[in-house]
């Protein structure tokens, strides 16, 4: 929830700075403004199933991002154009702003690995990029003809969907650039100053990530209520009470950690592993008795539990340490 909080942050405040440039519309009042007037009300919702027409909503504007990504790529040319009055020139008409490459015969070259100290921090990117065990309970419950073949099909199609999404995004975005910043829509202010169609995008992100956060944050509330009251009925009082505590918890963390790498170095240290790959092992394991130990499933299951709990290493190396947990 930490990584949707730090993109309304960046995004809301770059998108309104640009049309209104006003003091108030600093970063950490538009987060307390973002989550008490709208992630607050849609995290209230009794029913997940109510925050479907929002979910597919997101997942529109993502795809609108995804497009745009790849469109820009036959916009942007590279090497980028070195005009006559120095490296710089803006264009009035288009808002296009152009800054020379350094070295155009090795910027445009695409490159098949690239390994240095940023490296570490995609390993916990693309494993948080998968997570969605804390949901999987909760969407099961709101299935129509609730069975393990249907779960099957959708957290199939969910995920595959999602890969592709990331696989375009990633790869284009590296293709018009090859220097990509690690916040992808922010490296096209290298090129544009004002473009429409990028501020459309970044607003679009803005509502995307705005309306996942009730998604999260509804497992976890259930969690909380079921391990602290678990024989007690339904409260609204307690139901707010949770979700108000999480959230401004949240807010606390994006108006005081001054960037996201911290957050992943400290979840990546101390819990990532174990949910994304011990627990759920551990649980199929323990549960699926049908299958033989034996069984390609369960042997596949076992070795990745053996490979996670084996990456806790005590001895790394020291750009992974924050990340071989």
């Not at 989550?35 to 993502?62: D, E, H, N, Q, V």
């Not at 795809?63 to 790849?70: A, D, H, Q, T």
């Not at 999404?165 to 490296?187: I, Q, R």
Request: charged share 15%.
């Amino acid at each position: 929830m930490k990584i949707f909080h730090f993109d309304v942050h960046d995004n809301d405040c770059y998108f309104l700075f640009l049309l209104f440039r006003e003091w108030y519309l600093n970063g950490n009042y538009l987060v307390i403004l973002v989550t008490i007037g709208i992630i607050l009300p849609l995290s209230l919702l009794k029913s997940l199933g109510y925050l479907g027409y929002t979910s597919g909503f997101s997942l529109t504007c993502m795809v609108f991002f995804v497009s745009v990504v790849i469109f820009k790529k036959s916009q942007i040319p590279c090497p980028l154009p070195i005009m006559d009055h120095g490296l710089k020139d803006t264009s009035p008409k288009s808002g296009v702003e152009y800054e020379a490459h350094s070295d155009s015969n090795d910027m445009c070259q695409p490159k098949y690995f690239v390994f240095n100290s940023r490296t570490a921090y995609a390993i916990p990117i693309l494993a948080f990029a998968f997570v969605c065990h804390p949901e999987v309970l909760p969407i099961y419950s709101e299935l129509k003809d609730r069975s393990r073949k249907r779960m099957q099909n959708v957290s199939n199609i969910s995920i595959t969907g999602m890969l592709i999404m990331y696989l375009l995004a990633a790869l284009f975005g590296y293709l018009t650039f090859y220097e990509v910043e690690d916040e992808l829509l922010h490296t096209y202010t290298k090129v544009y100053t004002f473009d429409t169609l990028l501020l459309s995008v970044r607003l679009a992100v803005l509502v995307a990530v705005t309306l996942t956060v009730p998604l999260v944050l509804f497992p976890i509330r259930s969690s909380i209520s079921a391990l602290l009251f678990p024989k007690r009925p339904f409260s609204w009082i307690r139901h707010f009470l949770i979700a108000a505590v999480i959230l401004a918890f949240n807010d606390l963390l994006v108006i005081f950690v001054p960037t996201i790498k911290d957050i992943f170095g400290f979840i990546g240290a101390s819990s990532a592993t174990m949910l994304i790959f011990i627990l759920p092992a551990a649980f199929y394991l323990r549960l699926v008795e049908k299958e033989p130990l034996r069984s390609p499933q369960k042997i596949g299951t076992f070795d990745l539990q053996h490979l996670a709990v084996a990456h806790k290493c005590p001895h790394k190396p020291k750009p992974l340490a924050p990340y071989c947990y």
